[in-house]
T-cell receptor
Framework: AQSVTQLGSHVSVSEGALVLLRCNYS??????LFWYVQYPNQGLQLLLK??????LVKGINGFEAEFKKSETSFHLTKPSAHMSDAAEYFCAVSAPTGGFKTIFGAGTRLFVKA | DTAVSQTPKYLVTQMGNDKSIKCEQNLGHDTMYWYKQDSKKFLKIMFS???????INETVPNRFSPKSPDKAHLNLHINSLELGDSAVYFC?????????????FGEGSRLTVL
């Protein structure tokens, strides 16, 4: 079975500052990992994903994440926050043994201060 | 042209009523899902269909019944609505050939039970 833990339900940064959203996963088999973003009253949109290969993955809007197997982590970063980054962010994991049942973390709300 | 579309977007109803939410995807995907997002933004998978066949059925009350008339449509019918059913219900689809669990979401249907 897979599970995801997102550390921090709320993160607040200043505009222009580094964004770091933390995600740790648990999986009995090599996982596929995702970050999704949800803007108010909208559905979830894929930011980036790790399946195989390069462990540093780049996504949309300047975000990137690094898969660290030894730390079972997949933290999301962005060098410089923009006001438009304010949203809810979800880390998710899936694996073939789960019938590709994608499991989501509890979400982290990102606030960006001017 | 919306990829995954749900109707209605908002639904307000009384306890005890029966209601349906419809979902259609034009992405040619084989697999469709229903997720429930509660007031704390937690996302929980409910059902998954692959090419009209039920493949994931989480511990959801029998009052919830999904139906997939074809692989592009997945509907959710809820009988005898309860206050606790108030949530945002998201439909999602996934291409089987990607085999990663990556999801494409609709905009959500906000159900309020009074």
């Amino acid at each position: 079975a897979q599970s995801v833990t997102q550390l921090g339900s709320h993160v607040s940064v200043s505009e222009g500052a580094l964004v770091l959203l933390r995600c740790n996963y648990s999986s009995s088999v090599p996982p596929y990992l995702f970050w999704y973003v949800q803007y108010p009253n909208q559905g979830l949109q894929l930011l980036l994903k790790y399946t195989t290969g390069a462990t540093l993955v780049k996504g949309i809007n300047g975000f990137e994440a690094e898969f660290k197997k030894s730390e079972t982590s997949f933290h999301l970063t962005k060098p410089s926050a923009h006001m438009s980054d304010a949203a809810e962010y979800f880390c998710a994991v899936s694996a073939p043994t789960g019938g590709f049942k994608t499991i989501f973390g509890a979400g982290t709300r990102l606030f960006v201060k001017a | 042209d919306t990829a995954v579309s749900q109707t209605p977007k908002y639904l307000v109803t009384q306890m005890g009523n029966d209601k349906s939410i419809k979902c259609e995807q034009n992405l040619g995907h084989d697999t469709m899902y229903w997720y429930k997002q509660d007031s704390k933004k937690f996302l929980k998978i409910m059902f998954s269909y692959n090419n009209k066949e039920l493949i994931i059925n989480e511990t959801v009350p029998n009052r919830f019944s999904p139906k997939s008339p074809d692989k592009a449509h997945l509907n959710l019918h809820i009988n005898s609505l309860e206050l606790g059913d108030s949530a945002v219900y998201f439909c999602a689809s996934s291409p089987r050939q990607l085999n990663t669990g990556e999801l494409f979401f609709g905009e959500g249907s906000r159900l309020t039970v009074l």
